[in-house]
Each structure stands twice: as structure tokens, then as C-alpha cells.
T-cell receptor, first 114, second 113 residues
Framework: DTAVSQTPKYLVTQMGNDKSIKCEQN?????MYWYKQDSKKFLKIMFSYNNKELIINETVPNRFSPKSPDKAHLNLHINSLELGDSAVYFC?????????????FGPGTRLTVL | DQQVKQNSPSLSVQEGRISILNCDYTNSMFDYFLWYKKYPAEGPTFLIS?????DKNEDGRFTVFLNKSAKHLSLHIVPSQPGDSAVYFCAASEAGANSKLTFGKGITLSVRP
């Protein structure tokens, strides 16, 4: 019974394509996040949503667009994929948007852009 | 600009001994610090945290120490077990609502049986 799930787990695609990564949490949390772990292994916040409202939007190219249809879902759509987008993307959720609130992470989606 | 630094990429210790994982930070506005543990092909899981008003927090075999003047924290695991072998991320945040976590790049701990 997975708490935070992501699909797909692996995604291999060509440069220039548009792709989406889906995230769902069944914890009843009100805040969801997207993180990117690049080749240097740093885990960096991209976006956070609280009750479907965008709270954190780091300096991410506007090719990346998060979509939150409801509190339990936060999808990430990426347009015109570039080689530098290759990374592992993690979704997370928490009850409350403060950093004091424990964040639960999904298993990650490894995106490879060829 | 690395605000959270984990300068040692890896650590290997013998089962039963102490593991000490270090983390340094540069942002003096950070007031809350966390450690996350990550196994391969899984997402990070929360391990332990400490507020800047404390200098120590203990949870079973895990203790986190904070030295604010040195902008340094460390995670002690004692006794270390083979199941502790994982990547450990240090993270920090500033005070305030909707504050973000800033992560280090992790330390790979290997506990030898």
C-alpha cells in the first residue's frame, strides 16, 4: 500500500519531446512537492503545492509545468525536453507546508533524454 | 552555491562500531536541520531532525549534534548495523511558513558485517 507513488519509474525519450510524470499520495496530506536530483546528486526543490495552490516555485525553466488536479495528485509536465533534463525526479508530500512537517518521498522517476 | 555541504562522499565502518556523518552549512538563517536516509531505487525517508534551539537530539541508535557557532552538525549511529548501509542526506531550512528544504549531496555509508 504505497504512500507516495510515481509513474513511470523509468522514462527514456528523445530531445524535443513532451512528457509527463504523475504523482499520487494516499496519506491525506495537503502539500506536495517535486524535487530534482541531478548528476551531482544534489536534491533540489522545484515546486510545492499546498491545497492545489502553488507555494514554492524555484528558478525552474518554464518548460516545466506542475499540475495539481486535486490534493492527492501533483503531476509534472515537461515540454521540449533537453539533455540537461536527465535526472531523477522525486515527488513528496507532507501535512502542512512548513519544513518541520515530515516529507514523505516517492520512489523517484529516472528520466533519460537522448 | 552549496549552502549545505557533505564533503565526504562515503564512509565505511565495521558492524557494531560508531558511524559519524558530518554536515556543514553556510546560511546562518537556517534554523531547522534534518537527516534523510535513502536506499537504492527508493525515495529518501526521514530519519531525525533538530531545531536550532537544541544542540542534541536522540532517537534510539541515532543522535544528531548541532554546533551553531561552527555551522556544523553530525549524525551518530551507534551501534552501526549492516541495514544502515544507505545514502544519508543532510537538509536544512529557514524559519517561516512554506520554507523549503535545502539538501546536501549525501554520504554513502557502508557497514561491513
Amino acid at each position: 500500500d504505497t504512500a507516495v507513488s510515481q509513474t513511470p519509474k523509468y522514462l527514456v525519450t528523445q530531445m524535443g519531446n513532451d512528457k509527463s510524470i504523475k504523482c499520487e499520495q494516499n496519506l491525506g496530506h495537503d502539500t506536495m512537492y517535486w524535487y530534482k536530483q541531478d548528476s551531482k546528486k544534489f536534491l533540489k526543490i522545484m515546486f510545492s503545492y499546498n491545497n492545489k495552490e502553488l507555494i514554492i516555485n524555484e528558478t525552474v525553466p518554464n518548460r516545466f509545468s506542475p499540475k495539481s488536479p486535486d490534493k492527492a495528485h501533483l503531476n509534472l509536465h515537461i515540454n521540449s525536453l533537453e539533455l540537461g533534463d536527465s535526472a531523477v525526479y522525486f515527488c513528496a508530500s507532507s501535512q502542512g507546508g512548513d519544513s518541520y512537517n515530515e516529507q514523505f518521498f516517492g520512489p523517484g522517476t529516472r528520466l533519460t533524454v537522448l | 552555491d552549496q549552502q549545505v555541504k557533505q564533503n565526504s562522499p562515503s564512509l565505511s565502518v565495521q558492524e557494531g562500531r560508531i558511524s559519524i556523518l558530518n554536515c556543514d552549512y553556510t546560511n546562518s538563517m537556517f534554523d531547522y536541520f534534518l537527516w534523510y536516509k535513502k536506499y537504492p531505487a527508493e525515495g529518501p525517508t526521514f530519519l531525525i531532525s533538530i531545531s536550532s534551539i537544541k544542540d542534541k537530539n536522540e532517537d534510539g541508535r541515532f543522535t544528531v549534534f548541532l554546533n551553531k557557532s561552527a555551522k556544523h552538525l553530525s549524525l551518530h549511529i551507534v551501534p552501526s548495523q549492516p541495514g544502515d548501509s544507505a545514502v544519508y542526506f543532510c537538509a536544512a531550512s529557514e524559519a517561516g511558513a512554506n520554507s523549503k528544504l535545502t539538501f546536501g549531496k549525501g554520504i554513502t555509508l557502508s557497514v561491513r558485517p
